[in-house]
């Protein structure tokens, strides 16, 4: 039963797991770096930056972080980039080493 529980994840699967945590990564920095500039905007420009709607600017922000996300991520998806990390060894098992001490740690439990 361990063995069919830790088969569970093939290369689909495990490429869908790093497209989606890929996708979250980028959209985290950009909206970070993104908060910094209008920070810096907002002190240096403060009469012209007072005159943008706040609603507006989160929604256009937003978008943009999304499709620069999505577009990154399925970039690294159609270049089979998503294959050369080693979270991709760790989910699908095609590492003899890693393989080996999973199995050898689930048939210990």
Known sequence: MN??????LGPTTAKFVIFISNQLLVFTALALDEIIVLKCLYIYKW????????????????????IVSFSLSCLRLYLDDLE????YEILTMENRCIQTSIIRFARSM
């Open 47 to 66: 009469s012209r930056m007072a005159l943008i709607d706040d609603a507006f600017m989160a929604t256009v922000i937003g978008a943009i972080n999304l």
């Open 84 to 87: 050369c990390t080693i979270h």
């Open 3 to 8: 063995d069919a529980l830790l088969c569970l």
